[in-house]
């Protein structure tokens, strides 16, 4: 079973630049959740794609964008960058739809951003 | 809207001992889950432990065992025989019984282990 990976590791951007951060969800997974952490707080929701599509934002303006591919894997996109878009962006992916275990989200190992 | 919060920013224990780390949370809804995760320096999110809260029994894995108290909100994590390798940022969760919600965290609780 392969476990949710993501890349880059490490990013670092400047103010202003754009940004895309890749995410592939667990072997039999079908959703796929974002999360940013900023440094000494726990993880914030940003979005959840299932089946192709948003279903579900967090307090994130819409300059936070992603998608989610037909083999499950996704993208957080983030235009416009700003100082305090620098955090760790975590990724998890869940399998929705029958599952004894639906409710259980599991992480990537995260990337962390940069913006100078 | 939920929240979740943990009150004690960081903790130490001494290897080989027992330590409970806090957490309450406050809901209307009945249906939800409960998760504590770990968080070491590799950054890498592990599922701890899951309770769900129709479940009036403790979850418990292995050293790591909860204690659920629905009526007060508060579900509590304990490790038994505390080793150095539990040393990380603690964060305990929760998730709406609905299939479209996204997961709660505290702010997290610093767990230092002490040889």
């Known amino acids: 079973e392969t476990g949710v990976t993501q890349s880059p590791t490490h990013l670092i951007k400047t103010r202003g630049q754009q940004v895309t951060l890749r995410c592939s969800s667990q072997?039999?997974?079908?959703?796929v959740s974002w999360y940013q952490q900023a440094l000494g707080q726990g993880p914030q929701f940003i979005f959840q794609?299932?089946?192709?599509?948003?279903?579900g934002r967090g307090n994130f303006p819409p300059r936070f964008s992603g998608l989610q591919f037909p083999n499950y894997s996704s993208e957080l996109n983030v235009n416009a960058l700003e100082l305090d878009d620098s955090a760790l962006y975590l990724c998890?992916?869940?399998?929705?739809?029958?599952?004894?275990?639906?409710?259980?989200?599991?992480f990537g190992p995260g990337t962390r951003l940069t913006v100078t | 809207a939920q929240t979740v919060t943990q009150s004690q920013p960081e903790m130490s224990v001494q290897e080989a001992e027992t330590v409970t780390l806090s957490c309450t949370y406050d809901?209307?809804?009945?249906?939800?889950?409960l998760f504590w995760y770990k968080q070491p320096p590799s950054r890498q999110m592990i599922l701890v432990i899951r309770?769900?809260?129709?479940?009036?029994q403790n979850a418990t894995e292995n050293r790591f065992s909860v204690n659920f108290q629905k009526a007060a909100k508060s579900f509590s994590l304990k490790i038994s025989d505390s080793q150095l390798g539990d040393a990380a940022m603690y964060f305990c969760?929760?998730?709406?019984?609905?299939?479209?919600?996204?997961?709660?965290f505290g702010k997290g609780t610093r767990l230092h282990i002490l040889p």
């Open positions: 309770q769900e809260a129709y479940k009036q």
């Open positions: 072997s039999g997974h079908n959703t």
């Open positions: 809901t209307s809804e009945s249906d939800y889950y």
């Open positions: 794609y299932y089946r192709e599509e948003e279903n």
């Open positions: 998890a992916s869940s399998s929705r739809g029958g599952t004894s275990t639906w409710y259980e989200q599991y």
């Open positions: 969760a929760y998730r709406s019984g609905n299939r479209d919600d996204k997961i709660i």
